[in-house]
């Protein structure tokens, strides 16, 4: 199956600031790779799909890049509300979906 | 917009079965693999479970395999997930996920004594 790994584990960003995550896949997903955000206590919620395109009503703040087995989740200007797990996913081999650990963002 | 609805979670003993289902509000649910993806207290995500749109083929991860049931009904727009043997280790919410990344609500379940 394929492994994803995501860096770093917790992210502390002040209020403003650019927040950059990382994906990487074990293998090449091309770009069937999706972002999650998940807040306490709520369903995953889907930000980016296709590696690179919003899902529908996601803040403009939010982008994706990468292809292959790379990926990155960049918020350019970090708000409150960010504050949740982020998850990577891809579907590019099923079965089965795989998901990367997760990166905490915390506000600083 | 969630159209995916989970229900049939609780609290149930280890050893003991449980079954879970999702109801889909969207007409184009039987274009669609299903699938059940759950997250354990304070863990990540974990897939467990797929079948294919016309519910010829399913899937298991490897630690649900023979206990674990998928099907669907596409006349109803249902998918269903049928737990036996259930571990303390299984307990978690589950959510059914459409092919397409839509997401239910979650039903948790919890394996006690």
């Known amino acids: 199956e394929i492994v994803m790994t995501q860096s770093p584990a917790t992210l502390s960003v002040s209020p403003g600031e650019r927040a950059t995550l990382s994906c990487r896949a074990s293998?090449?997903?091309?770009?069937?790779l999706a972002w999650y955000q998940q807040k306490p206590g709520q369903a995953p919620r889907l930000l980016i799909f296709?590696?690179?395109t919003r899902a529908t009503d996601v803040p403009g703040r939010f982008s994706g890049s990468g292809s292959g087995t790379e990926f990155t989740l960049t918020i350019s200007s970090l708000q409150s509300e960010d504050l949740a797990v982020y998850y990577c996913?891809?579907?590019?081999?099923?079965?089965?979906?795989?998901f990367g650990q997760g990166t905490k963002v915390e506000i600083k | 917009d969630v159209h995916l609805l989970e229900s049939g979670g609780g609290l149930v003993q280890p050893g003991g079965s449980l079954r879970l289902s999702c109801a889909d509000s969207?007409?184009?649910?039987?274009?669609?693999?299903m699938n059940w993806v759950r997250q354990a207290p304070g863990k990540g995500l974990e897939w467990v479970s797929g079948?294919?749109?016309?519910?010829?083929?399913?899937y298991y991860a490897d630690s649900v395999k023979g206990r674990f049931t998928i099907s669907r009904d596409n006349s109803k727009k249902t998918v269903s997930l049928q737990m036996n043997s259930l571990r303390v280790e299984d307990t978690a919410v589950y959510y059914c996920?459409?092919?397409?990344?839509?997401w239910g609500q979650g039903a948790p379940v919890t394996v006690s004594s």
């Open positions: 996913q891809q579907y590019s081999k099923w079965p089965p979906w795989t």
């Open positions: 996920v459409k092919f397409d990344l839509s």
């Open positions: 293998e090449t997903v091309s770009t069937s």
């Open positions: 969207k007409s184009n649910f039987d274009q669609f693999a």
């Open positions: 079948i294919t749109a016309s519910g010829t083929t399913t």
């Open positions: 296709g590696a690179s």
